[in-house]
């Protein structure tokens, strides 16, 4: 199995920084998709950004140009950089991982999740 770890978030300003981390642990083979997601209230679970192995982004319109996704493959570690943060992206926001476990068993896992929160 792949364990998810997520870290980072908080409470914080419209127009401030948060940085969240996400750590897999587990027999992993490979992590082929690292994302995150997000699920505010009343709101279904979206997309915010993912990165392939490969370091090919993805981004949900809304994010575009505020956010930044990285990941260290060698510590199978991704990060979201969250500048000019609005309320409106006041949610949960899950850690997920894609690929295969050393026996080859493709796997898909979320962490618990790490609360954002933006104050106007």
């Known amino acids: 199995q792949v364990q998810l770890v997520e870290s980072g978030g908080g409470l914080v300003q419209a127009g401030g920084s948060l940085r969240l981390s996400c750590a897999a642990s587990?027999?992993?083979?490979?992590?082929?998709?690292l994302g995150w997601y997000r699920q505010g209230p009343g709101k279904l679970r979206e997309l915010v950004a993912d990165?392939?192995?490969?370091?090919?982004?993805n981004y949900a319109d809304s994010v575009k140009g505020r956010f930044t996704i990285s990941r260290d493959n060698a510590k199978n570690t991704v990060s979201l950089q969250m500048n000019s943060l609005k309320p409106e992206d006041t949610a949960v926001y899950y850690c997920?991982?894609?690929?295969?476990?050393?026996?080859?068993?493709?796997?898909?896992?979320w962490g618990p999740g790490t609360q954002v929160t933006v104050s106007s």
């Open positions: 997920n991982a894609e690929g295969r476990t050393i026996t080859r068993t493709a796997y898909r896992s």
């Open positions: 587990g027999i992993i083979f490979s992590i082929d998709f």
């Open positions: 990165i392939t192995s490969g370091g090919i982004t």
